[in-house]
């Protein structure tokens, strides 16, 4: 297993080959779009074991960094949770948005979350201890109700942002998706299960964290812009996304209803702010910034394990693993930030050949990556 720090410099002058093509060389994007999809997926599976154990019981089990290897079933593969299953649900939606050069509106997009959130409900293989949002929520789908009642207003867990990395990910062969178009999606894949205003603004953060970093931004510039999205976003609706979503709440006026969600992200970065001004590479990265089962909290703590190891993947996925909240959500968010940085290149070559839906994320990686041929 390598655990050498990978940098950015070491990532690109050392592209992968893609598998079924030996020794072709592919562009940097395959490893940044694979990074993410596939970190995302590894961190899932080696927080699953961990989920609901304490943080002395990780550490006593797996050592104080935590796990370092996926741990495989009797017949080798490692298991994913319901949050890689819900991710590639994502996925799925937004390719058939996207399918015949069609463009991302709130039209399209939202019949094939809604189709594709119904089936994982329905699937055989929904049997990964999922949320009751999210639970709740596609049950009411699958009945018919439209999406806006069919939503858990009160939620704002970690289910709405789990899954929103594909989001940040996606292409397009009719141009680049910008970002505030990325940012509605965002949304409205986490307002069709968690109607909470916290858990639309912690998703479209979480899809920029991701999003940023693919672009280039430095993982220790991220938290401050995170922080100044907060505050920009403080009273912008979505309407075009969202319709009227927001007379569901009690809140006295729209504004306050927004305001609400992005008050309470920028109350999570600021925690995490402080508890990078003295970094512990040691304790419960849960004590500083919250256990994850909220999305803020997701947020803030994945991202906080990602800067404890800006330069180590496998050791900042070992720690987010080996926290004492929803440990899988926390490492999936963490491995999705780290992939976009340093690509699937810096993840052990035997992980791939070992994870869960290996078929469905090449696919995915696949299709997005062509899109930008």
């Not at 299953?85 to 994502?90: D, E, F, H, N, P």
């Not at 594709?116 to 109700?145: H, I, K, M, Q, Y």
């Not at 440990?327 to 810096?346: R, Y």
């Amino acid at each position: 297993m390598r655990t050498v720090p990978i940098t950015r410099s070491s990532r690109t002058a050392r592209r992968p080959a893609q598998p079924d093509h030996p020794g072709a060389e592919l562009p940097d994007s395959y490893d940044l779009v694979a990074g993410s999809l596939y970190g995302l997926a590894y961190g899932d599976a080696l927080g699953k074991p961990t989920e609901f154990l304490s943080f002395d019981e990780i550490t006593a089990r797996y050592g104080a960094g935590g796990p370092r290897d996926l741990p495989p079933d009797p017949h080798g593969v490692a298991r994913v949770t319901d949050d890689t299953q819900m991710a590639l649900a994502v996925a799925d939606a937004l390719i058939a948005t996207l399918a015949d050069d069609g463009a991302l509106t709130n039209a399209r997009f939202e019949p094939h979350v809604r189709e594709c959130f119904v089936d994982w409900w329905r699937s055989p293989e929904n049997n990964r201890a999922p949320g009751r949002t999210c639970l709740t929520a596609c049950e009411s789908l699958a009945s018919g109700l439209p999406w806006r009642d069919a939503t858990v207003m009160a939620s704002k867990g970690c289910g709405a942002n789990m899954r929103v990395t594909p989001v940040a990910v996606a292409y397009q062969k009719r141009g680049p998706i910008d970002d505030e178009t990325r940012a509605g999606a965002a949304q409205l894949q986490a307002a069709v299960t968690h109607g909470h205003a916290t858990a639309l603004a912690a998703s479209e953060l979480t899809m920029l964290a991701v999003r940023w970093l693919l672009d280039g931004t430095p993982l220790a510039d991220l938290t401050p812009r995170l922080r100044s999205r907060c505050a920009e976003q403080r009273i912008t609706y979505r309407a075009d996304w969202l319709g009227d979503l927001w007379r569901r709440s009690h809140a006295p006026s729209r504004d306050d209803w927004t305001a609400r969600g992005w008050d309470e992200c920028a109350a999570a970065l600021d925690r995490l702010t402080v508890a990078l001004e003295r970094p512990d590479r040691h304790s419960d990265p849960c004590d500083a910034t919250g256990q994850g089962w909220i999305a803020e909290e997701a947020l803030a703590t994945a991202l906080h394990c990602a800067l404890l190891y800006p330069d180590d993947p496998v050791a900042a996925l070992g720690r987010a693993a080996a926290t004492s909240g929803d440990s899988d959500s926390i490492a999936a968010l963490t491995g999705a930030m780290v992939g976009a940085v340093h690509g699937l290149e810096a993840f052990p070559h035997d992980w791939r050949e070992r994870i869960e839906y290996r078929v469905e994320l090449d696919r995915i990686v696949g299709t997005w990556t062509a899109a930008q041929a």
